[in-house]
């Protein structure tokens, strides 16, 4: 039996703030392998966002405990929590975080920076980062001089550089067309078939699709988790658009047929890794 | 992370932010600046009017003034020496502007008279010739000896010795020309004539002396002093203690007194300049605090990502301690610059102190560790959570 990396037993998370206590994640039971994916889903409010923070081990739990390869995780100093995020973990966000004054590269390459790896040997590793989410040619761009995609790419091969075990990523595609959502989506989907454990976040259905788990919640409870059956493959999808005009993201975004007929075919004579 | 890392991203982070940094670094060169001016053109100044002021006579006293039955007369003078056994040489000065005239050509020097010892106690001999003796003066001989600008002013340079010259009307004859001395006080040293101070009270037509120096090497100032006093008691009799018309100013004293002065008013220079250096670290930890607020979602970045907090701290407080070691360093060169300009416009030999340079630098770092280290830590203690909701 593969052994659970991240397993939650009874992990609750209550916001305090004055006299209003705000349960946002009640009594949660969940185990997650290696190299599975997982989708966390439910309405805006639901402790998404509170879960992956703690998977991220950007925050603590407030009761019952969180054991990443069985060491427990509430019990960490704030050091300790950022080693393992920067070995462990690799986090994409909704909104990308990048530096904006710093280029492509030096944002990839920053992780790696804080584990003592040289300069030279970074910008070696951070290039072929850039590299698998194809932004080779975009290496000194600045945030700012890139599209949302390019830079959510950015931010992927930021979390990737590391080669994390873990990749969490909160709603990776919300802030993207469906053209560039399906390309983020496509990178993740060839991460996690390489080995990484991907959990992420998002509220569209079809996003959800790329995972083989999804986890629903509700008022910070689990409510469902069960093995999706509709697993599509976003090279797939992407392959089946239209052909658009570069220039034309947009127009073709707008078209994707959604959803695919062909997906479940693909789920089920494609298993996953290991 | 290491150190070089640390200086790296402190550098990015200071051209990321050219001009607030630059900013941030005038509190520091202005500080700093005067600092090392205000030390340098003190402490320069101090030594310059001091050394003008002991060439002059470390170790003298001097005794002036007399009035009615009790006067200063070169009698006195002989009498307080022999009451004295800690007065080594003893001359008296009588000073005063007269025509000299050569051949045709007519001009007013100072006129000193005095004894031989002057050029004793003074270190100040003739290049030519010879100073005034004990035998010109207790004859009353009409010889001088002239300065080099004389020399200059009234022979064109040529060698006077065994020449004439007339002061008031009188032939003197010249029998040494001093050696160059430059000037003391801002005053020339070179335009005077000296002659015996016998022949000049005679030729002034009075007895009284301006001022007698006696130099007591190797006895204490203060010492000394009071055997004056006391010689003096003994000529007069209680008529002096009651009325004492004498001064007597001794050199050491007045050295003294002038030294306490001049660093105070020196003390003064460094305290302002400190207070300028204080509130340029005030103005590096505002906008220091300024930085890291600003740069609160940069700073969730990095602790997401897994900057610890040693790292936060270490960039931002070298950050700081770089703005301000440039910013000092600036003020440095500055502060050289402006204690340069002043020694060589009033002429002192001492420029910049080395005591101002080794303080600026120590102050300009320990200013920026000091006022970085609150902004810094506050960085390092933010919760990346909230640091990345910030907008
Ligand atoms: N720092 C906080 N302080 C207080 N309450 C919080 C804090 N963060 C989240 N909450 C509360 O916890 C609950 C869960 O929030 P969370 O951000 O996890 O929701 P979400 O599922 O991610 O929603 P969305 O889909 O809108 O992103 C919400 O009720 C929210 O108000
Ligand atoms: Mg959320």
Redesign the interface.
Known sequence: MVPAIIELQELSKIYTMGDIQVHALRRINLCIEQGESVAIMGPSGSGKSTMM?ML?C??RPSEGSWLLDGVEIGKMT??EL??I???AIG?V?QNF???N??SALTNVE??L????IS?SKRMEMAKEALAIVGLQDRMEHTPMELSGGQQQRVAIA?ALVGKPRIILADEPTGNLDTRSGLEVMAILQELNAQGMTLIMVTHDNNIADHCRRIVRLRDGRIFANETNSNWVSAKVTLGKLPLVAEEDELTGAEAVPTPLPGSTDLSSNQPNTK | MDIIESLRLAWIGIVTNKFRSFLTMLGMIIGVGSVIGMISIGEAGQAAILEQISSIGSGTITLSGGRGQMTLTLDLADYVRELCPSVTHMYPLQQTRMSIKVGSTTRSYTIIGTAPDYAAVQGWSPAVGTFINQSHLDTRMMVCVIGETIQTELFGGRMPVGETLRINGQVFEIIGVMERKGTSLGQSMDNQVFIPVSTMLRLLGTKNVQQVVFLAPNESNYLAAAEIRLALRHRWGPAAERDDPFRITSMDDLLETMNEAIGTFALLLAGIAGISLLVGGIGIMNIMLVSVTERTREIGIRKAIGAKRKDLLSQFLIEAVVISLSGGSIGLLLGIALSNLVATYAGWSQGVSPRAVMLAITFSMSIGLFFGIYPANKAARMDPIEALRYQ
């Open positions: 923070n991220g950007l925050d704030d050091d950022a080693e995020r920067n070995q986090f966000f975080n990048l530096l004054k710093a920053m992780p920076m804080y584990r003592g300069r930021r």
